[in-house]
């Protein structure tokens, strides 16, 4: 694995923004690590640079998301709920996770606009741990 500076998490990467984030990100020589519910099924699809580093979890488990951040420098999230489904149940949760493991890692992290216009429409923003 690369020095933390160069590495990146991906959450959400099967989506078209986190497809086109990584492809940039590899091009610009950083080693990109991707959450994934079911890794097998989404590396063998064939749309991804063979270089992704998989880790299986669910971006609803906040240690899943720790975990899959150890040692990296970017978090990108550009996951969206299931089938674009119960935004406030699931999007939220995801996007609290993110910004808690990011503060905790001091890792710098974006966000796929559209994730965070239908979650923070919602009646709360994303917490943010110390």
Same mark, same amino acid.
């Given at each position: 694995?690369?020095?933390?500076?160069?590495?990146?998490?991906?959450?959400?990467?099967?989506?078209?923004?986190?497809?086109?984030?990584?492809?940039?990100?590899?091009?610009?020589?950083?080693?990109?690590? !991707?959450? +994934?519910?079911?890794?097998?099924?989404?590396? !063998? &699809?064939?749309?991804?640079? +063979? &270089?992704?580093?998989?880790?299986?979890?669910?971006?609803m488990r906040?240690?899943?998301?720790?975990?899959?951040?150890?040692?990296?420098?970017?978090?990108? +999230?550009?996951?969206?709920?299931?089938?674009?489904?119960?935004?406030?149940?699931?999007?939220?949760?995801?996007?609290?996770?993110?910004?808690?493991? &990011?503060?905790?890692?001091?890792a710098c992290?974006?966000?796929?606009p559209s994730?965070? !216009?239908?979650?923070?429409?919602?009646?709360?923003?994303?917490?943010?741990?110390?």
């Open positions: 694995m690369q020095s933390p500076t160069r590495t990146a998490l991906i959450i959400g990467i099967t989506g078209t923004i986190g497809r086109e984030v990584t492809g940039a990100l590899v091009r610009r020589g950083w080693q990109v690590r !991707a959450l +994934h519910r079911d890794p097998d099924a989404a590396a !063998a &699809s064939g749309t991804l640079p +063979h &270089s992704v580093e998989w880790i299986k979890g669910d971006a906040s240690s899943d998301v720790i975990e899959a951040a150890r040692g990296t420098a970017l978090i990108v +999230h550009a996951a969206n709920p299931p089938k674009y489904r119960n935004w406030r149940g699931l999007a939220l949760p995801m996007l609290d996770n993110t910004w808690s493991c &990011s503060c905790r890692r001091r992290t974006a966000f796929d994730s965070c !216009a239908q979650a923070t429409s919602s009646a709360r923003e994303p917490a943010i741990a110390g």
